[in-house]
């Protein structure tokens, strides 16, 4: 069966930031299995609404649906403050290059740690830490997303930034 115009056009438009809705799904909800359902239901939305999407950034409508349905997820399914383990190693697609077993080992460290002191901090600053370091957004695109201004993006940002040095700071003193 021929596919139809619609799904066509959905597939070359949304698709490529399937890997991007993945990401922020799993952030947010902390479980891989979660971020599966949780994208996949998202991906359903959007091609639901696809007909009444007005133009403009692609990326940043499906990765308000992402959030949207990541929230309302959450607040379904799991009671306020509930703290799922996310395991960097099962996500992890970064190669060792061939480093030594004792650098991998410090790298695995750090990554655990930086892990741990991300997940620690409350939904809204990891959004946007999540958004503008690891996706690459611009400021202007996560406030179309989070549905804030721009200031309050800004503000998030530098809090979230301030918070995780603190929690990496104190972390690494733990350590030494």
Partial sequence: MPETPKREHFEQSVLPHLD??????RWLTRNEQDAQDVTQEA???????????QGGNMRAWFLTIVRN???TWLSQNRSPGTNEEF??????????GGASPELQALAGA????LRRALEELPDVFREVLVLREIEGMSYKEIAEVSSVSLGTVMSRLA?????????????????S
Avoid: P, V
């Avoid at 991007?20 to 799904?25: D, K, P, Q, S």
């Avoid at 750090?110 to 740690?113: A, G, K, S, V």
């Avoid at 603190?166 to 733990?174: I, R, S, T, V």
């Fill in 69 to 71: 349905t990541c929230y």
């Fill in 159 to 175: 809090r979230a930034r301030t918070r995780l040095r603190q929690a990496l700071g104190a972390a690494m003193g733990k350590e």
């Fill in 87 to 96: 395991n960097e190693e099962i996500h992890s697609t970064e190669d060792s």
């Fill in 43 to 53: 991906c359903l939305r959007a091609f639901r609404f696809f007909e009444g999407y």
């Fill in 20 to 25: 991007a809705a993945y990401n922020l799904a």
């Fill in 110 to 113: 750090d990554r655990e740690t």
